[in-house]
């Protein structure tokens, strides 16, 4: 069953905006992870963000966690064309080599 | 270091037919994930292994699915026989299992596209 749900499940922005996706998932989490999928192509990892953390930033990257309220949120800011893709929330149940439970999806679609 | 690897990248088979996929791991990753992602959709886990242990098998269709790690290195993921459900890519990830750094982050290959006619 899928443990997160994105919001909203498509995104169009002009290059240079920023774009906001949020995940929203059901059970107690020990770490939840953002991935980027281009068309066809495997996930890259984007970034990691532990149960017991509100913010982490990696470059025009920033998510965001909030436990009490079971969500997190990606912002990508400054976007550009090749940001173009699908990205998924994937929450890790446990710590150490636990499977991840991804949600549906964003498809963002950043416009020269 | 290299990445995931995954053969074939497409596959076109008949209902009823059988299919393999192979996945070879980075180097020295200990856990390896046999994913299924259905369009529209994100991956669900199939099975995983922890070197040639299965450690999660619990969504494997064991009717026709079938997975093993020899050596726990390599892996091969067959569909015997297949269904026309079973059109999704299949993705192979793996994650390493040592003193520090993140045990939690998976690196994909690009998976293997199936299409059951």
């Known amino acids: 069953s899928q443990q997160g749900e994105e919001d909203p499940q498509a995104l169009s922005i002009q290059e240079g905006e920023n774009a906001t996706m949020n995940c929203s998932y059901k059970?107690?989490?020990?770490?939840l992870q953002w991935y980027r999928q281009n068309s066809g192509r495997g996930l890259v990892h984007l970034i990691l963000?532990?149960?017991?953390?509100r913010e982490k930033h990696s470059g025009r990257l920033r998510v965001t966690l909030d436990t009490s309220k079971k969500s997190s949120s990606l912002l990508i800011t400054a976007s550009r064309a090749a940001d173009t893709a699908s990205y998924f929330c994937?929450?890790?149940?446990?710590?150490?080599?636990?499977?991840?439970?991804f949600g549906k999806g964003t498809r963002l679609s950043v416009i020269a | 270091e290299a990445g995931v690897a995954q053969s074939p990248r497409y596959k076109i088979i008949e209902k009823r037919q059988s299919v393999a996929f192979w996945c070879n791991p980075i180097?020295?990753?200990?856990?390896l994930y046999w994913y299924q992602q259905i369009l529209g959709q994100g991956p669900k886990l199939l099975i995983q292994?922890?070197?040639?242990?299965?450690?999660?098998d619990s969504q494997l269709p064991k009717d026709r699915f079938s997975a093993e790690r020899l050596k726990g290195v390599d892996s091969t993921l067959k569909i015997q026989p297949a269904k026309l459900e079973d059109s999704a890519v299949y993705l192979c990830?793996?994650?390493?299992?040592?003193?520090?750094?993140?045990?939690?982050?998976?690196?994909f290959g690009p998976g293997t596209r199936l299409l059951v006619l």
């Open positions: 990830a793996s994650s390493p299992r040592r003193a520090g750094g993140n045990q939690e982050t998976q690196y």
């Open positions: 059970t107690s989490i020990n770490n």
């Open positions: 963000i532990r149960s017991n953390e």
């Open positions: 994937a929450t890790g149940l446990g710590s150490g080599n636990t499977p991840l439970v």
């Open positions: 180097s020295g990753h200990a856990t």
């Open positions: 292994f922890q070197n040639n242990g299965v450690v999660d």
